[in-house]
Nanobody, 128 residues
Framework: QVQLVESGGGLVQPGGSLRLSCAAS????????IGWFRQAPGKEREGTSC????????YYADSVKGRFTISRDNAKNTVYLEMNSLKPEDTAVYYC?????????????????????WGQGTQVTVSS
């Protein structure tokens, strides 16, 4: 059974940075696409960043492009989301998710309904 555990959330001032971690257990990430999604109160869950297992290609939503960086360390079975220049509108619960790498582009798969395994989420609050 796939298990994902997020950590690293918290309260940060606008313009600050956080690094989220997603540790996988009971399976290896090597053959999985990984995504970071977020859900703010009253809004639908949305994809922010995804990374392919096959070639390491990445996709970023326009709202986070240039500020967020997704990376993976297969040796540690962990995926990271580096978030810089945070804005109040980045406030949300952040989830990581995994799905066996499909034969398509990482941009195509970076939607919540295409991922089957989810972590419990970590709260990120950007406020002064």
């Amino acid at each position: 059974q796939v298990q994902l555990v997020e950590s690293g959330g918290g309260l940060v001032q606008p313009g600050g940075s956080l690094r989220l971690s997603c540790a996988a257990s009971r399976f290896t990430l090597d053959y999985y696409a990984i995504g970071w999604f977020r859900q703010a109160p009253g809004k639908e869950r949305e994809g922010t960043s995804c990374i392919s297992s096959s070639d390491g290609s990445t996709y970023y939503a326009d709202s986070v492009k240039g500020r967020f960086t997704i990376s993976r360390d297969n040796a540690k079975n962990t995926v990271y989301l580096e978030m810089n220049s945070l804005k109040p509108e980045d406030t949300a619960v952040y989830y990581c998710a995994a799905e066996p790498q499909p034969p398509t582009t990482v941009q195509t798969i970076c939607v919540p309904r295409l991922f089957g395994s989810w972590g419990q989420g970590t709260q990120v609050t950007v406020s002064s």
